[in-house]
T-cell receptor, first 113, second 113 residues
Framework: DVKVTQSSRYLVKRTGEKVFLECVQDMDHENMFWYRQDPGLGLRLIYF???????EKGDIPEGYSVSREKKERFSLILESASTNQTSMYLC????????????FGSGTRLTVV | GDSVTQMEGPVTLSEEAFLTINCTYTATGYPSLFWYVQYPGEGLQLLLKATKADDKGSNKGFEATYRKETTSFHLEKGSVQVSDSAVYFC????????????FGKGTTLSVSS
């Protein structure tokens, strides 16, 4: 079974900390995505990557950066965590040019205190 | 730009009731349409999809038909169960708009016995 694995299910971090959220997929997918999920707002795209070392901003990139050094791994970085970044973060991947085969990870619930 | 609008919840039903969750979309191209489900404490799972007009997606008793003339993809189930309690997201992907999935805000369904 194809899988997208997010390294942490729950995280609690302090304001101002640098936070790394990791996502690994085992499907050799070119595209990887980071979404943020908030009640009443649905899922909003933060960043996506269509190839190693390539990235594109999504709808809400402010306060975030990403890294994709290897095809299977896509990291979301909060340079200086703030309380308004408390949220559920979801990673997804799919094959380039295939607009239906998205696979999601189980999510990381981040609390910034 | 492309967007998805789905009915606001929460939707509260008794077991065996009929379910409809409305979803309409705006797209520049020819999108694929999806329903995702998120059970409490879990990530997103693909419930069903349709990739072209008049396609009907179905899974676990849920159905949705891609209606191009009304730009709609309403989710229906004839008889809901307590285990269907979850958050449901309508989404689209559109090669004209880019690679990422675009989500509605989600509808919470609560089914009581």
């Amino acid at each position: 079974d194809v899988k997208v694995t997010q390294s942490s299910r729950y995280l609690v971090k302090r304001t101002g900390e640098k936070v790394f959220l990791e996502c690994v997929q085992d499907m050799d997918h070119e595209n990887m995505f980071w979404y943020r999920q908030d009640p009443g707002l649905g899922l909003r795209l933060i960043y996506f990557s269509y190839d190693v070392k390539m990235k594109e901003k999504g709808d809400i990139p402010e306060g975030y950066s990403v890294s994709r050094e290897k095809k299977e791994r896509f990291s979301l970085i909060l340079e200086s965590a703030s309380t308004n970044q408390t949220s559920m973060y979801l990673c997804a991947s799919n094959v380039r040019g295939q607009y239906y085969g998205y696979t999601f990870g189980s999510g990381t619930r981040l609390t910034v205190v | 730009g492309d967007s998805v609008t789905q009915m606001e919840g929460p939707v509260t039903l008794s077991e065996e009731a009929f379910l409809t969750i409305n979803c309409t979309y705006t797209a520049t191209g020819y999108p694929s349409l999806f329903w995702y489900v998120q059970y409490p404490g879990e990530g997103l799972q693909l419930l069903l999809k349709a990739t072209k007009a008049d396609d009907k997606g179905s899974n676990k008793g849920f159905e949705a038909t891609y209606r191009k003339e009304t730009t709609s993809f309403h989710l229906e189930k004839g008889s809901v169960q307590v285990s269907d309690s979850a958050v449901y997201f309508c989404a689209l992907s559109d090669s004209q708009a880019g690679t990422a999935l675009i989500f509605g805000k989600g509808t919470t369904l609560s089914v009581s016995s």
